[in-house]
């Protein structure tokens, strides 16, 4: 099953739950908008490329669309369908007046010069000039795209308009209207909806083991918050592999961080400062790390990590999904028989899009918050949003998941019921 399908097997699950009116349920089944586009480019050497990009935009029944724009060799329209899908549950369950959207480019960026990227940039979003916009559709950054593409988006878009039009995308610098907090909001939302659920499960951080597939931006902070508030870490990876704490004692993630950027890889041996210790500390593949005995097991990476092949591996008594989509629908039964916790992807990733949808407002209004008060808009937002799944949990005795979809579709259902 490709990501799309098993993006509708949970939306039918959820449908079937909570007896959702059939119309519906057939309006959210396929996405608004497919727009893809051709963007010749002149490489450095003089050659010419042809790369395509695309954005599905799923839903705008609460509000403009949303979502990221990802810059990877595997981006593909059924990824992006399924991407822009989980985004308009995603709004919907953390309240925000905003639709779902995806986008992107197939294209390596690593294997792209400064001015390659930019140039790719900005031919795709001359592309995109009336898809795009700030009461239209707002996106922001994903995989591989960082504040600095957001700015040339924002920059292009500008020219186009004739006029600053930040509100056109967030995740930007806060230079030029990014918000302050945006950055580590998804760690940071993450983090609140953890602190709920140890809460209900009993959980003390200090006897709590983690292991983080995915070291990049959502996985570095939510690893930082968790060590401070005294989480063992006790493995981490990214794309080139990962490194595993033998003795269980929990690594600080800034100097694997460090490690990262010095050696160009995090795994085999683990540093402070100059002493490094090879031997309680060991490399580990991507794979391998899903089945780590461990206390809570963070997916921060790409989707379809757990399928139905390795959940009957997995140790974790917690599942928190950070990336979109890392659990297919078959690994999901198996969890569930497991007795695992799965916090979906659309609840614990939350924070990205909210913070996001504050950036726009700021934008808009023209006057700008600190980072004490977009988190104290933040926490309200994603301790109630846990809640409110918690009771549906509770109601119809199902999964995190299905009860997170099940608020989703109580809200768009009446958006749309209260248009027609
Ligand atoms: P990023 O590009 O900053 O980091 C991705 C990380 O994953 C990198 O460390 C990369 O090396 C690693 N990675 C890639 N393939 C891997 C593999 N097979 N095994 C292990 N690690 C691998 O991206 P990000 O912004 O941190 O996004 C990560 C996930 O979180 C994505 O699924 C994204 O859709 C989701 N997400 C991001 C945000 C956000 O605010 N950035 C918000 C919500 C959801």
């Given at each position: 099953m490709n990501a799309f399908q098993n993006a509708l097997k949970q939306l039918k699950i959820a449908a079937d739950a909570m007896s959702?009116?059939?119309?519906?349920?057939?309006?959210?089944?396929n996405p608004e908008r497919v727009v893809e586009v051709s963007l010749p480019m002149r490489m450095d050497d003089g050659s010419l490329k042809i790369f395509t990009g695309y954005r599905v935009q799923h839903s705008n029944a609460r509000g403009p669309y949303k979502g990221g724009l990802r810059y990877?060799?595997?981006?593909?329209?059924?990824?992006?369908?399924?991407?822009?899908?989980?985004?308009?549950?995603k709004c919907a369950v953390v309240g925000i007046p905003m639709g779902g959207a995806k986008g992107g480019i197939t294209v390596d960026p690593k294997k792209l010069s400064a001015g390659e990227l930019e140039r790719l940039t900005r031919s795709f979003t001359r592309a995109m000039k009336d898809v795009f916009g700030p009461e239209r559709?707002?996106?922001a950054p994903d995989v591989n795209t960082t504040p600095k593409i957001m700015a040339w988006i924002m920059d292009e878009y500008s020219k186009i308009v004739g006029q600053p039009a930040p509100a056109v995308i967030t995740g930007k610098p806060i230079a030029i209207g990014g918000s302050a907090g945006r950055e580590a909001a998804?760690?940071?939302?993450?983090?609140?909806?953890?602190?709920?659920?140890?809460?209900?499960l009993k959980i003390q951080p200090q006897k709590t083991t983690v292991a983080i597939q995915g070291f990049g931006n959502v996985g570095y902070h939510m690893a930082e918050l968790m060590h401070k508030a005294g989480y063992k870490i006790i493995a981490l990876s990214d794309s080139q592999g990962g490194i595993v704490d033998l003795r269980r004692r929990g690594m600080d993630p800034k100097n694997v961080m460090e490690q990262k950027h010095s050696r160009g890889l995090i795994g085999n041996m683990y540093c402070i400062g100059s002493v490094c210790d090879g031997t309680n500390y060991k490399a580990v593949a991507n794979g391998k790390l899903l089945e780590i005995p461990c206390d809570i097991l963070i997916p921060a990476a790409l989707e379809h990590q757990i399928t139905g092949k390795n959940a009957g591996r997995l140790k974790a008594k917690i599942v928190l999904e950070l990336a979109n989509g890392p659990t297919t629908p078959e690994a999901d039964e198996k969890l569930k028989r497991k007795k695992i916790v799965v916090v979906p992807d659309i609840l614990a990733n939350a924070g990205g899009v909210t913070v996001s949808y504050f950036e726009w407002v700021q934008n808009k209004q023209g006057l700008y918050w600190s980072e004490a008060e977009v988190l104290k808009k933040l926490e309200p937002?994603?301790?109630q949003s846990f809640s409110a799944i918690w009771e549906r949990h509770l109601k119809y005795k199902t999964t995190l998941r299905v009860a997170a979809f099940v608020l989703a579709l109580e809200r768009l259902r009446d958006s749309i019921q209260a248009k027609s």
């Open positions: 959702l009116d059939a119309a519906v349920l057939e309006i959210l089944k990877h060799p595997k981006v593909d329209l059924n990824e992006l369908r399924a991407l822009a899908l989980w985004m308009t549950m559709d707002v996106p998804t760690g940071q939302g993450a983090f609140y909806v953890l602190e709920e659920l140890v809460k209900k937002v994603m301790r």
